[in-house]
Nanobody, 124 residues
Framework: VQLQAFGGGLVQPGGSLRLSCAAS????????IGWFRQAPGKEREFVAA????????YYTQSMKGRFTLSRDNAKNTVYLQMNSLKPEDTAVYYC??????????????????WGQGTQVTVSS
């Protein structure tokens, strides 16, 4: 599976962005898709994940209510809608795909494929 994340950019605090993760290769609906982010000088952290069917979504507490995940398996794409963005959301955002479908969706090691990352900068 090859993944490509895009849609990042510069946005003012309180603004919105929609990130996309496009996949090619094997059956997309078989994969849990996760988003992680890495801010300068910090470790990469879990943001959100969505099950293969799209029926289950998982968010880090600080993102709940601001970020929304969805997927279109016909287009092999997952979308991360980010609203009410804050300067602390500034990071490189990565999408990843996992065959794993258990409860530890927040652990990087459970993901098999990674995209290249897209920069999100929240600044006035």
């Amino acid at each position: 599976v090859q993944l490509q994340a895009f849609g990042g950019g510069l946005v003012q605090p309180g603004g919105s962005l929609r990130l996309s993760c496009a996949a090619s290769g094997r059956t997309f609906s078989n994969y849990l898709i996760g988003w992680f982010r890495q801010a300068p000088g910090k470790e990469r952290e879990f943001v959100a994940a969505i099950s293969g069917s799209g029926g289950n979504t998982y968010y880090t507490q600080s993102m709940k209510g601001r970020f929304t995940l969805s997927r279109d398996n016909a287009k092999n794409t997952v979308y991360l809608q980010m609203n009410s963005l804050k300067p602390e959301d500034t990071a490189v955002y990565y999408c990843a795909a996992a065959v794993y479908s258990g409860s530890r969706y927040y652990i990087e090691a459970n993901y098999d494929y990674w995209g290249q990352g897209t920069q999100v900068t929240v600044s006035s």
